[in-house]
């Protein structure tokens, strides 16, 4: 009888210990450090100099996911700069209706493909550009940014448009 008592206690602990599940957030982004070190030398200076345009508690909640994911790529060694001049950062996020004439005309007709909370994820004259129509639309842009770089994807091939849909 012991025995089995003691065989049905530790089939719970385990689990119990099985069932602890990460939230959600850290589900699908987990930030984790770059295993080898030219990867994350490729991936440094983009979430580091970073042009956010307006204010906003959506854009201040941008703010804060790449501080907690340089945090996390780079072992708390990587301090992201945000300014809202876009002359010299790599990466850049505005609303379609903030970006400087000549981009817009040079992204040309895509750009108004854009739908309201969507966005455009494009790399473009070696910056990276977060484009939408809403700071909801540039929240949903910076997580496909996070997990373009989660995933080691070339960024200088970055093309992406989504017009998510609830």
Not at 99 to 105: G, H, Q, S, T, V
Not at 151 to 164: A, G, I, M, Q
């Amino acid at each position: 009888m012991k025995t089995k008592k003691e065989a049905i206690t530790l089939l719970l602990l385990v689990l119990i210990n099985a069932s602890y599940a990460k939230d959600g957030h850290k589900l699908w982004l987990q930030y984790l450090p770059f295993d080898n070190k030219s990867v994350g030398d490729y991936y440094r200076d983009y979430p580091e100099h970073i042009t956010i345009v307006g204010e906003s508690f959506t854009l201040a909640v941008i703010q804060k996911e790449f501080e907690i994911a340089s945090e996390g790529f780079f072992f708390h060694e990587n301090h992201p700069v945000f300014s809202k001049n876009t002359r010299s950062n790599l990466t850049w996020i505005l609303k379609s209706d903030d970006l400087p004439d000549n981009i817009k005309n040079k992204l040309g007709p895509k750009l108004w493909e854009i739908k309201e909370e969507g966005y455009w994820l494009k790399s473009y004259q070696r910056k990276i550009n977060i484009t939408a129509k809403t700071d909801i639309g540039l929240l949903y842009g910076t997580f496909a940014f996070l997990n373009a770089i989660q995933t080691k994807e070339k960024l200088e091939y970055l093309d992406l448009l989504e017009n998510p849909k609830i």
